[in-house]
């Protein structure tokens, strides 16, 4: 068999193995060393394995990986959140459709807080959405406004995914989270933007408070409610301004905002023990996946790059296909849709880094950019019917009056805002790398 044959039939083994239902990493994994031990025998193949399971333990940012994950599940599960709502309930509420444009601060905040989508869409789902449709707002409006919000955690920092593909494809976390700053408060403006201009030609959709309500709220309620809503901004800056200063490492950075959300959570009086085992036992499980994931992602792509692989898939682009390097970047930025209608974001990184990251560096395009570009194009695939994941996770928590017929054309208006945004940072790459190369330049 030629290497690329021996390539292709290990792609094809690994998907046929992961639709078997069992775990990703498990088959992933396998595939791998079964491979490396038909190709280079018992030597060979167990050296390989072991060399990836020697790079993970010795990477040494993937220390932060448990630390923001168990900064988030502190805040998620003190209910430090409930205070930020009720901020952007009491100051956005006169705007049109303030309080779903108060949600996306909201979950612009819990995504600085947790890197992850899944806690953003839970705190959204639990805290923001029956409030909404107390309010009147419009269902529609309010379930999209919640997945398109909750999106937002797998790109602003510290996004976990983000330090995902940083170990695969062997780049700095700190530059990969600054370059997703920019588009990931971009996105979040136009998102903002959207829901002004759709609720102030159309006011049932999104109705301001009314002016009982405001009545009933004094200035020193509004003050007290801006000093309690701010506390978690202040973690995430107490956690990133050391960070980006160039006071503290990546790491440390970790355990300062782990620290912070801590103490906050006990001077606030919800720091039970309650709170902290079941934080801690999150952190554990999701952190030691992760860990997992990665290994058998490393294993796999030390195989494929033995095969030169890469080197076939970009002569089959461009020496035979006689494709341009940027026709290439939209095809690969398509299978991530096409595969995020079945996938997690982790699980179409795994499956296609050891083909995709390479090929990109080969093609002259920066990793860094690329890592955003695919971020947002995960994010969008989360949102695309029929089976998008952020679809299904919303009619998990969505109450009995909203239908997946709803949830999927709620999303319709905000995928156009997501892809518009895509192109935005594929045509200027500088909304992505700004940033990084300014402060990284100091």
Known sequence: MTPNLIAMSMFGAMLVLLFSGQRMFGMIGFVAVVAALWLWGDRGGYDIAFAQSIKLMSWFPLMTLPMFIFMGYVLSESRLADDLYRMFHVWFGPVPGGLAIGTIFLMVLISAMNGLSVAGMAIGATIALPELLRRNYDKLMVTGVIQAGSSLGILIPPSVVLVLYAMIAR??????????????????????????????????????????????????????LLRAGLLPFGIFLAMMVPFVTGYVRLVESSVIGALAAVLAAVVKGRMTWTVF??????????????????????????????????????????????????????????????????????????????????????????????????????????????????????????????????????????????????????????????????????
Not at 191 to 201: A, G, H, L, N, S
């Open 171 to 224: 780049q700095p976390v700190g530059k990969l989270w600054l370059a997703g700053v920019l588009p990931g408060l971009m996105m979040a403006a136009m998102f903002i933007i959207y829901i002004w201009i759709r609720c102030k030609i159309t006011p049932s959709l999104g109705p301001v408070l009314s002016a009982e309500e405001r009545a009933q709220v004094s200035r020193a309620e509004k003050i007290r």
């Open 277 to 442: 085992e079941t934080s801690a036992r999150h952190t554990l499980a999701i952190s030691c996946m992760f860990l997992w994931i990665i290994l058998a992602a490393l294993a796999f792509g030390a195989i494929f790059d033995g095969l030169r692989a890469v080197d076939a898939l970009k002569g089959l682009f461009l020496e035979d296909l006689h494709l341009n390097r940027w026709t290439v970047l939209i095809i690969m930025q398509l299978t991530f849709l096409l595969m995020g209608t079945f996938l997690d974001d982790t699980a179409m990184l795994v499956i296609v880094a050891p083909l995709y990251v390479p090929l990109v560096d080969a093609l002259g395009f920066d990793l860094i950019w690329y890592g955003v570009l695919y971020t947002i194009t995960t994010q969008v695939a989360y949102m695309t019917p029929p089976f998008g994941y952020n679809l299904f996770l919303m009619r998990a928590m969505a109450p009995p009056e909203i239908s997946l017929a709803d949830i999927y054309r709620s999303i319709i208006p905000f995928v156009a805002v997501m892809i518009l945004a895509l192109a935005l940072v594929i045509m200027f790459p500088e909304i992505a790398l700004w940033l990084p190369e300014t402060l990284y330049k100091q």
